[in-house]
């Protein structure tokens, strides 16, 4: 493949083919040619921080203070203090785990502050042994790790209103994180209580003021959910559940219960505030859908988006992530004409299941009008609807479950913005 | 599989099938049977975190204030400051990867506080076209990740001392920590520069105040090196490179240039301090190692290790973390009886190559003594060698490259020591 091939569109408004930069080197025209070495000495060119020694080591390391913009944007109720959301930045991050102190939030009742050695966990109910664990106790028992992304049912959820939102991807997406998260399987601890025959459900409680409480299938926690110590290495922060927390594998947000105390083996679902007043929507044909728990298939362009402006016409690299609740990303199409035609993008390797998956594509921008667009398959089959075709199914005063395609418009200056395309 | 055959031991000592637990639910005798359900109710049993509202929201967040305990020791020489060790403690974290706070760190003269605006990168030299990069440049070009681990070619020099050292396994060994790192690759920056072909070696300056250089052989440049603007999600921090850094995936920790600042293409090696003075060892034979770049198959137990004390005879989870400069861990074998027999732990997947391997299984203690051991094996064949092995090779006074099997030594009291064994 030489240059002028690899340069070659291969769907309109400029993508290529996702192999060119690894097949043949382009000039990107965006390095600066210099013709002189002097600037290149150690005797010259020499920048300020080589005058003099550096900072001292530290004990436990922070983000440089170029970056201090890089932060979770808060979004509190003033009517409910403790009541809100701190957003992952999804427009600053790139590769597919969130640092821990950008993972987000939706909080209750604020953020208890839990002493862990009074801290216990009660399983009970329809069960042959009530058992009470320590963390001590519980940092005995094997664990397990999986790669899961968390996301929360309401992201996204201003994409429901008529006129598109401006504001960065994740400030309206960044209810969506992922990490490595270690503990131990839920199966390990309700078998060693013997859980009765009748026993269908969990209802799982947590131990802040809020004292959430939600169901979940008994089906599913022997399956693959985790009761979590430990998120990407360290143990849980605060905010994410410390020093013990439930994480269920592709389903809502609210299940993976933070702080949790308490899990009742029951034969039926607990009907809490956030399984009927909210995360249920009403549904054109006036009934309403209710323990919709999967996740579906979602993808978004991360880089460029909006608040970016392309600086002139030249190559980028499209980027974004992809999930889905039900497994692993099959593939991921991007458009660079609002859907007209679509190109695959390239996907970070490993793709693991319930996973971020980050996918990328070179595009080669002329200064024309674009709208920039991803589409995500999962290995069932199931694709990212449009959003004409996500309305027509689910109405429009939806809520939650927000997983149509996002758009971004780029104009012949090079801004961005959000449109519904 | 019933309980009993779940217990039978597979190797001396009491180590476990790997899979006994998944297979069969096993009764920990760790928590607490309770007879009475009062305990459980929300009316009972309420911790004081949750009769009022919880802490405010965090733009970044934190470390839990009951886990301030886990940080980096750090080193530092009285002689020349700026000059040290960040250790990463392993013995504290669990699942492969190392948050970015805790990432270990060498130090040579502080950490520079760059201006990333004013920060640029030179590639010259034998090339046809000498570039100047700026960060903002930077980011428009196409980016790769890799989950690689890092890892000091000086890493657990203290166990070629003629008595083991008695400190946590992080203080010992924690010179080595794991991170996905997002970045370019190298391969794209040195194309567009075009490589004359007499150029066999890429000398590397980084931007600190000791401005270390180092000599990389051309053809791993061109392998799968990446300069590296994010680790873990987020932008490298200044003690990790801020704002770039070349990852040189699988050799000496090194190699691995901090705040990169220039990359000369030449026909020979610099022959700079760290590869002549330092990190050269000198064997039996009298001659001297040199350019030993690859980090060796290695693996050691975390938990239980030393400065940890079993409460009481009963099941626990042995695991450790094991790695590979030459590809993926093929294997890591588990000793309780100081090397007569071994059994084969369960590796956490997916297993990828020249990264950090998680290794768990299951041991029963009956109070005995016991000295408990772990070996990996890597794809190539290569299997971690006996401490005496290793000292015949390469003689008493090495410094360098130290993979050797780690023992920890288990009292009747259930107190662990390090031991040569």
């Known amino acids: 493949m030489n240059e002028q091939q690899a340069l070659t569109p291969l769907a309109a408004g400029g993508l290529l083919d996702r192999r060119a930069f690894l097949q043949r080197s382009l000039s990107f025209s965006v390095a600066t040619l210099v013709s002189s070495e002097a600037l290149a000495t150690p005797e010259n060119g020499r920048e300020p921080w080589m005058e003099k020694p550096g900072a001292p080591f530290s004990n436990y390391g922070e983000p440089a203070a170029h970056e201090r913009h890089v932060i979770r944007w808060t979004m509190g109720n003033d009517k409910a203090l403790g009541n809100g959301v701190s957003w992952t930045p999804l427009q600053n991050l790139e590769g597919i785990f969130t640092p821990n102190g950008l ?33 001590e106790d519980l940092l005995r028992y094997p664990m397990h790790s999986c790669y899961c992304f968390l996301e929360c049912g309401g992201n ?19 209810m969506a994180s992922c990490s490595e998260w270690t503990g131990i399987p839920l199966k390990l601890l309700l078998d060693e209580a013997q859980v009765k025959g009748r026993a269908k459900w969990l209802i799982v409680e947590g131990a802040d ?7 979940i ?4 926690a022997l399956d693959d959910c985790l009761l979590a110590l430990y998120q990407n290495g360290e143990r849980i ?28 083996l029951a034969a039926q679902p607990v009907m809490a505030r956030n399984e009927t007043a909210k995360y249920t929507e009403l549904l054109p044909s006036g009934k309403a859908r209710q323990f919709t728990y999967v996740m579906e298939v979602k993808s978004l362009i991360t880089q ?39 190109l695959e993008a390239e996907l970070q390797e490993p793709v693991l299941s319930k996973c971020f998956t980050r996918f990328r594509i070179p595009w080669q921008w002329q200064g024309q009008e674009a709208i920039l667009q991803s589409r995500a398959t999962d290995e069932t089959g199931a694709r990212q609807p ?21 758009s971004w418009e780029i104009s012949a200056q090079g801004e961005i913005k959000h449109v519904y395309a």
């Open 103 to 135: 993972h987000f939030e939706r909080h209750h009742n604020g953020v208890p502050q839990i002493d862990p050695k009074q801290h216990k966990l009660l399983i009970h109910g329809l069960v042959n042994n009530s058992l009470v664990f320590t963390l």
């Open 156 to 174: 996204s959820n201003a994409a429901w209103h008529s006129e598109p939102i401006q504001t960065a991807v994740g400030y309206f997406h960044g």
């Open 209 to 215: 003021a809020s004292m959430m409480q939600v169901s």
């Open 217 to 220: 299938p008994l089906d599913k």
């Open 237 to 264: 922060r605060p905010e994410n559940g410390y020093p013990m927390r439930l994480i269920v594998p592709g389903w809502e947000g609210v299940l993976n219960v933070k702080w949790v105390r308490r899990i009742h």
């Open 304 to 342: 460029p988006s909006f608040g970016y402006k392309l600086p002139q016409p030249g190559i980028y690299q499209i980027t974004g992530l992809a999930w889905s609740g039900r497994g692993k990303i099959a593939k991921v199409e991007v458009s660079a004409d609002g859907g007209k035609t679509w």
């Open 386 to 406: 449009a959003r004409e075709h996500l309305l027509a199914a689910r109405g429009q005063h939806g809520y939650f479950h927000y997983n149509a395609i996002v």
